[in-house]
Structure formats: structure tokens, C-alpha cells
Antibody, heavy 121, light 108 residues
Framework: EVQLVQSGAEVKKPGESLKISCKGSGYSFTDYWIGWVRQMPGKGLEWMGIIYPGDSDTRYSPSFQGQVTISVDKSLNTAYLHWNTLKASDTAMYYC??????????????WGQGTLVTVSS | EIVMTQSPATLSVSPGERATVSCRASQSVRSNLAWYQQKPGQAPRLLIYAASTRATGIPARFSGSGSETEFTLTISSLQSEDFAVYYCQQYNDWPPITFGQGTRLEIK
């Protein structure tokens, strides 16, 4: 069974850094792109970017380029989403999700449970 | 960036009736379109990919149609568990992959 398990909820202050994680299991981790999706409170889904664990090829939405960093550790079957400097507007639920086809950016067929990030002074 | 526009924003339907959600792309996405269902407090769930292919385990009452710029998600006979928010997503032209703004399906 394909599973993506995300790290737990975080409460941070503006200006702090943060890295959240997404651990994949039940499939060949290096063969499928993993994306990150933001959902601000009461709002819709926003695609942030995507990484191919096989070679760490990473693509970002222009809206998020320079705001976050997506990375991966193949040895741990884990993808990460990192902020250097959090803002209150980063308060949201963040989901990781796996592409549905090997080696291709496609639909997202398996989702993590989400990580709630709250940024407040 | 391809803009995905869903209509209506909110749809009120009685259980047992049919529900239809529309999704329009600002330019052709061929058949590279997916639909997701999201219930409160849950992650999105894949329903349909490649415009009309049901994902594993999705009941036959869910169907998708369309191509290029016009797409439709139809739920043939609404069950209580179908009341949720539905999103379309294009993956033809990226980055960025883009989602529609969502359609809330509520009980009439």
C-alpha cells in the first residue's frame, strides 16, 4: 500500500525557519515525482512545486519560487519543504502528494495527511 | 499559466439526484485533467484522471468527460458521503500545475 506520512503540526514565529517532511512507503520512492500543495484556511488548493527523487530535479510554481525550498533524501525515502524566513501568511495546511505515473508529472494519486503550519507572534 | 475556472462555486442537490460540475481551462490541456474530492479535515482524494478514467476504488457513479478546454464531473446519484468540495486540476502545461478554485457540493 502506497503511503505518504507527513511530520506533525508546527507553531512558529515570524522570521523563524522550518522544514517539514513527507515519508513515502509501499512503492519505489525514486521513481515517482512528489509535489507539495498549500491550502490556506478556508481556501482552495495551490500547487507549490514538485521534485523527482531519482535525480532531485525540482520545479517550482512562479508564485512560490524563492519562497520555499523542496528537497529530498533518497536514503530516507523522504521529501522536504523548507522555509528560511516564515511569515504570518505562510499559515496553512501543507500536503505532499505523489504523481500517479512513474517518471512523469501527472495527476496526484496518493496524498499525505497534511501538516498544519501556524505562524504567529 | 493556465487558469482553471470551475462552475458553479456552490451546488445544492438532493440525495439521489444528479450533480454536474464544470471546469474550463484558459487554453487547451488536451485530456490532462484530474478531479479531486475533499471532505472537511481530510486530504484531497483522486477521483478521475486523464479526464475520464476513474481512479482505483472510485464508485461508478462518478464520471468525467471533456477534452481541450471544457470538462465535466458528473455524480449520477448523490449519496450522503458525496457532499464535499471538488477540484479540477490540469497537468498538461507546467510549471505550474493549476487547480480550479473548487466547487462546494451541499445538501439541498
Amino acid at each position: 500500500e502506497v503511503q505518504l506520512v507527513q511530520s506533525g503540526a508546527e507553531v512558529k514565529k515570524p522570521g523563524e525557519s522550518l522544514k517539514i517532511s513527507c515519508k513515502g512507503s509501499g512503492y519505489s520512492f525514486t521513481d515517482y515525482w512528489i509535489g507539495w500543495v498549500r491550502q490556506m484556511p478556508g481556501k482552495g488548493l495551490e500547487w507549490m512545486g514538485i521534485i523527482y527523487p531519482g535525480d532531485s530535479d525540482t520545479r517550482y510554481s512562479p508564485s512560490f519560487q524563492g519562497q520555499v525550498t523542496i528537497s529530498v533524501d533518497k536514503s530516507l525515502n523522504t521529501a522536504y519543504l523548507h522555509w528560511n524566513t516564515l511569515k504570518a501568511s505562510d499559515t496553512a495546511m501543507y500536503y505532499c502528494a505523489r504523481a500517479g505515473v512513474q517518471q512523469l508529472v501527472s495527476w496526484l494519486d496518493s496524498w499525505g495527511q497534511g501538516t498544519l503550519v501556524t505562524v504567529s507572534s | 499559466e493556465i487558469v482553471m475556472t470551475q462552475s458553479p462555486a456552490t451546488l445544492s442537490v438532493s440525495p439521489g439526484e444528479r450533480a454536474t460540475v464544470s471546469c474550463r481551462a484558459s487554453q487547451s490541456v488536451r485530456s490532462n485533467l484530474a478531479w479531486y474530492q475533499q471532505k472537511p479535515g481530510q486530504a484531497p482524494r483522486l477521483l478521475i484522471y486523464a479526464a475520464s478514467t476513474r481512479a482505483t476504488g472510485i464508485p461508478a457513479r462518478f464520471s468525467g468527460s471533456g477534452s481541450e478546454t471544457e470538462f465535466t464531473l458528473t455524480i449520477s446519484s448523490l449519496q450522503s458521503e458525496d457532499f464535499a468540495v471538488y477540484y479540477c486540476q490540469q497537468y498538461n502545461d507546467w510549471p505550474p500545475i493549476t487547480f480550479g478554485q473548487g466547487t462546494r457540493l451541499e445538501i439541498k
